[in-house]
């Protein structure tokens, strides 16, 4: 691009004939020729035919008097560059890698100029510039009698193709930018958070609405504010109890009365504070346990409807010398008698079990168990509670375990197996489960009944063991689903027959597989 430039025209403009009168473009001398004629080759001279010859030392101090004069007649000429922009817009764009665009260009582009930005003629200046009479300097020049050097055409400045910049520019605009994600990133949770507190908008922590499924919450006799906001978060209603405590302590007449309440799930902090102070949602809730239940499901069922936390509950399951369990007892298991127990918003988890622990010890005096025996009539009618379909059949099922019991044959009860493995809410195992020796509920390994309860049996169940059906029965296969009916047999291979007929109605019934 500078090997397009004319040099002479931007460093020191004029006209052409003006540029020749430059020491650079004159002719060689015959000194500088190595010749010994002495001539004088100055283009503003006089004829050399109207002067006497010079001699060679004063034709040389002529000749450097013409070059200083002609130099400082050129310096005088040219404008005097102070600032950047008083350089050709070309030779500006050349040294620091810009392009340079005057006012002119950004009028016609319809950019407004910078503030302080001066304009720029595209001619040379007139008589009121550096070299006219209002500019304060000389007035004519050398041989001009003062007159303004003619007009140039402007040249419109030619962008030097710089890829360097442009590609350091877009680096560091994608740098920047991706600074910008990462900081949005950071700070925009932090923002909003300020921009919620300054607006005075709800916590995002928050529910929104009246709720949705039911849930009963208890109050517990005691319980301070705080604790019934854990109570409503523990329980699904509320996102967050520090929400719902912050609603409180701004509601310094709310009282809360001990006692049950019916709410919903998901509920507004608002929503669920109004809901509590509403009489009518007042209720009076219950834990129900049904037979056969185990002692997981019960105590989830005291944390969701007594107001307790999973830890108190665990804490009293465990503390087995709170209940005057008879030795050896190991667990809650099969101790707690099937029932519906009123919710007492004072009462503590070992206030709730102890309750439960005495209405099974009742029940087994109902039934004639003496108290050396109870461990042993809970653990078996355990097993008849979870194994037994019709009430009918619960007799004949506990004397198919005594049988198989007295003849010193394994159990096999798939219900002991699935409980060994965790599963409480079945009887089906796989072919692994019914061979793991491990497992110490495993009747189709270890013999006789199972080390601890199986389940929380009630009155039907207790009354099988201690009032058994009389029959050589060995097996038993419930044939039908649906209905509950169940075969006995006294032989192997009548069990045989009745098993294909269980399995046929399998296949008719594929939705219970």
Same mark, same amino acid.
């Given at each position: 691009?500078?090997?397009?430039?004319?040099?002479?025209?931007?460093?020191?403009?004029?006209?052409?004939?003006?540029?020749?009168?430059?020491?650079?473009?004159?002719?060689?001398?015959?000194?500088?020729?190595?010749?010994?004629?002495?001539?004088?080759?100055?283009?503003?001279?006089?004829?050399?035919?109207?002067?006497?010859?010079?001699?060679?030392?004063?034709?040389?101090?002529?000749?450097?008097?013409?070059?200083?004069?002609?130099?400082?007649?050129?310096?005088?000429?040219?404008?005097?560059?102070?600032?950047?922009?008083?350089?050709?817009?070309?030779?500006?764009?050349?040294?620091?890698?810009?392009?340079?665009?005057?006012?002119?260009?950004?009028?016609?582009?319809?950019?407004?100029?910078?503030?302080?930005?001066?304009?720029?003629?595209?001619?040379?200046?007139?008589?009121?510039?550096?070299?006219?009479?209002?500019?304060?300097?000389?007035?004519?020049?050398?041989?001009?009698?003062?007159?303004?050097?003619?007009?140039?055409?402007?040249?419109?400045?030619?962008?030097?193709?710089?890829?360097?910049?442009?590609? #350091? &520019?877009?680096?560091?605009? $994608?740098?920047?930018? =991706? +600074?910008? *994600?990462? @900081?949005?990133?950071?700070?925009?949770?932090?923002?909003?958070?300020?921009?919620?507190?300054?607006?005075?908008?709800?916590?995002?922590?928050?529910?929104?609405?009246?709720?949705?499924?039911?849930?009963?919450?208890?109050?517990?006799?005691?319980?301070?504010?705080?604790?019934?906001?854990?109570?409503?978060?523990?329980?699904?209603?509320?996102?967050?109890?520090?929400?719902?405590?912050?609603?409180?302590?701004?509601?310094?007449?709310?009282?809360?009365?001990?006692?049950?309440?019916?709410?919903?799930?998901?509920?507004?902090?608002?929503?669920?504070?109004?809901?509590?102070?509403?009489?009518?949602?007042?209720?009076?809730?219950?834990?129900?346990?049904?037979?056969?239940?185990?002692?997981?499901?019960?105590? #989830? &069922?005291?944390?969701?409807? $007594?107001?307790?936390? =999973? +830890?108190? *509950?665990? @804490?009293?399951?465990?503390?087995?010398?709170?209940?005057?369990?008879?030795?050896?007892?190991?667990?809650?298991?099969?101790?707690?008698?099937?029932?519906?127990?009123?919710?007492?918003?004072?009462?503590?988890?070992?206030?709730?079990?102890?309750?439960?622990?005495?209405?099974?010890?009742?029940?087994?005096?109902?039934?004639?168990?003496?108290?050396?025996?109870?461990?042993?009539?809970?653990?078996?009618?355990?097993?008849?509670?979870?194994?037994?379909?019709?009430?009918?059949?619960?007799?004949?099922?506990?004397?198919?375990?005594?049988?198989?019991?007295?003849?010193?044959?394994?159990?096999?009860?798939?219900?002991?197996?699935?409980?060994?493995?965790?599963?409480?809410?079945?009887?089906?195992?796989?072919? #692994?489960?019914?061979?793991?020796?491990?497992?110490?509920?495993?009747?189709? *390994?270890?013999?006789?009944?199972?080390?601890?309860?199986?389940?929380?049996?009630?009155?039907?169940?207790?009354?099988?063991?201690?009032?058994?059906?009389?029959?050589?029965?060995?097996?038993?296969?419930?044939?039908?689903?649906?209905?509950?009916?169940?075969?006995?047999?006294?032989?192997?291979?009548?069990?045989?027959?009745?098993?294909?007929?269980?399995?046929?109605?399998?296949?008719?019934?594929?939705?219970?597989?």
């Amino acid at each position: 691009m500078a090997d397009d430039l004319d040099w002479n025209a931007i460093i020191a403009p004029g006209n052409d004939a003006e540029r020749r009168k430059h020491p650079s473009d004159r002719a060689a001398t015959p000194d500088e020729r190595g010749d010994a004629v002495d001539r004088n080759d100055s283009s503003t001279g006089s004829d050399s035919g109207s002067e006497p010859p010079l001699s060679r030392r004063a034709a040389r101090a002529a000749e450097a008097a013409r070059a200083r004069a002609t130099t400082q007649d050129h310096e005088s000429d040219a404008p005097v560059v102070s600032t950047p922009d008083d350089l050709h817009p070309e030779v500006h764009a050349l040294l620091t890698g810009e392009l340079h665009v005057d006012d002119d260009h950004r009028a016609a582009a319809g950019v407004p100029a910078a503030a302080g930005a001066r304009s720029v003629p595209a001619t040379d200046q007139g008589d009121d510039g550096p070299g006219g009479a209002g500019g304060g300097g000389r007035g004519g020049r050398g041989g001009r009698g003062g007159a303004s050097r003619p007009p140039r055409e402007p040249r419109e400045p030619r962008p030097k193709r710089r890829r360097g910049p442009l590609i #350091a &520019g877009i680096l560091i605009v $994608a740098v920047v930018l =991706a +600074a910008g *994600v990462s @900081a949005y990133t950071f700070a925009a949770p932090k923002v909003q958070q300020v921009l919620a507190a300054i607006s005075g908008s709800k916590e995002p922590d928050d529910y929104t609405g009246s709720g949705t499924s039911k849930v009963t919450i208890t109050i517990k006799q005691g319980d301070i504010g705080e604790d019934v906001a854990k109570t409503l978060q523990r329980s699904g209603v509320v996102k967050s109890s520090a929400v719902f405590y912050k609603l409180l302590l701004a509601s310094p007449d709310v009282q809360f009365q001990p006692g049950s309440y019916s709410l919903k799930k998901e509920m507004s902090s608002k929503s669920a504070l109004a809901a509590l102070q509403d009489k009518d949602n007042r209720v009076q809730a219950s834990i129900v346990i049904p037979e056969g239940t185990a002692l997981k499901d019960i105590e #989830a &069922g005291m944390v969701s409807k $007594a107001g307790l936390s =999973a +830890a108190q *509950v665990d @804490a009293a399951a465990k503390d087995l010398s709170a209940y005057g369990l008879p030795a050896g007892v190991t667990t809650l298991e099969g101790w707690l008698f099937p029932a519906t127990y009123p919710i007492n918003p004072g009462w503590t988890a070992t206030q709730y079990f102890k309750s439960m622990v005495d209405t099974m010890k009742e029940h087994l005096a109902a039934a004639g168990v003496a108290e050396a025996d109870q461990e042993h009539v809970i653990v078996f009618a355990s097993l008849v509670q979870k194994e037994a379909g019709l009430a009918a059949d619960y007799p004949k099922v506990a004397r198919v375990f005594q049988n198989r019991l007295d003849k010193g044959m394994l159990l096999q009860s798939d219900a002991t197996v699935a409980y060994g493995t965790g599963n409480t809410h079945t009887v089906t195992t796989t072919d #692994a489960e019914r061979a793991d020796a491990s497992n110490k509920y495993n009747t189709y *390994v270890h013999e006789g009944l199972p080390p601890a309860p199986i389940s929380n049996p009630g009155d039907i169940a207790i009354n099988a063991v201690t009032k058994m059906a009389t029959g050589n029965w060995e097996y038993f296969v419930t044939v039908n689903l649906e209905t509950g009916e169940t075969v006995f047999s006294d032989t192997y291979a009548q069990h045989q027959v009745a098993v294909k007929q269980f399995q046929a109605w399998l296949r008719a019934h594929p939705d219970y597989q």
